[in-house]
């Protein structure tokens, strides 16, 4: 696997997992109390649907990194854009421990809990502007250099739009801005893809025993 294949494959399955996560959630409303309140009784779907976010979040960064180096002002909307999603990862692990705390203390203390902790402080507050800013100098970039036309930027650039912070539902926001995502990665994964090198047998055969590896790995690392 190439660089070019490691790009492709984050453009692609980025948006969509960060779509998929977005759309699971949509029933439900948007605040905490709704969030706790909707693990309680779906623990499953609500558990897949901020599993996809977060996993969405972190294939983005190879895409990111990717665009980052087109120009200056892409570069600049790179390192805020990936700060974001540094943010992003954090309020994942936020989001995992209420959810853990419904399991083990019920959904009232649960919703106490959070409610009651919820502005407490963490250094993740000053990063929210770089989120909003990132993505849409990351379009900006891309089109002054010629990746994205000005559909497809104007679609990157809504991106911004996504609500950031501790769990966080869906609005009819966050579908636009999550489609936006797709919109602007989805068709520029497929001509990276295409683009890239066709890999010979023993450059799959390779990458079948690096995937095996990983996901041994990752079963151990589950472990403990």
Do not use: E, N
């Not at 309020?91 to 919703?111: S, Y």
């Not at 497809?152 to 609005?171: M, Q, R």
């Not at 079948?208 to 590896?213: E, H, Q, S």
């Amino acid at each position: 696997m190439t660089k070019t294949h490691l790009t492709a494959a984050s453009l692609l399955l980025g948006p969509l997992l960060l779509l998929t996560g977005v759309l699971l959630r949509a029933r439900f409303p948007f605040f905490f109390p709704d969030q706790l309140a909707a693990y309680d009784v779906h623990p499953a779907l609500i558990t897949t649907a901020y599993s996809a976010f977060a996993v969405g979040t972190i294939a983005l960064c190879p895409a990111v990194l990717h665009l980052a180096g087109l120009d200056r002002t892409a570069a600049l909307g790179g390192a805020l854009t990936i700060v974001g999603l540094f943010a992003r990862t954090f309020h994942a692990g936020v989001d995992h421990l209420a959810f853990q705390l419904v399991d083990v203390r019920g959904l009232v203390p649960a919703t106490d809990a959070v409610a009651a902790s919820y502005t407490g402080f963490h250094v993740f507050h000053y990063t929210s502007f770089a989120i909003m800013l990132g993505w849409p100098l990351l379009a900006l970039g891309a089109h002054r250099a010629g990746v994205l036309g000005a559909p497809g930027a104007l679609a990157l650039a809504l991106t911004a739009a996504l609500p950031l912070g501790v769990l966080k539902g869906t609005t009819p926001l966050s579908i636009v801005a999550a489609a936006g995502l797709a919109a602007a990665f989805v068709p520029l994964g497929i001509r990276t893809l295409r683009s890239a090198p066709r890999p010979s047998s023993r450059s799959l055969a390779r990458a079948a025993a690096l995937a095996a590896a990983l996901g041994a790995l990752a079963y151990v690392s589950s472990l403990g």
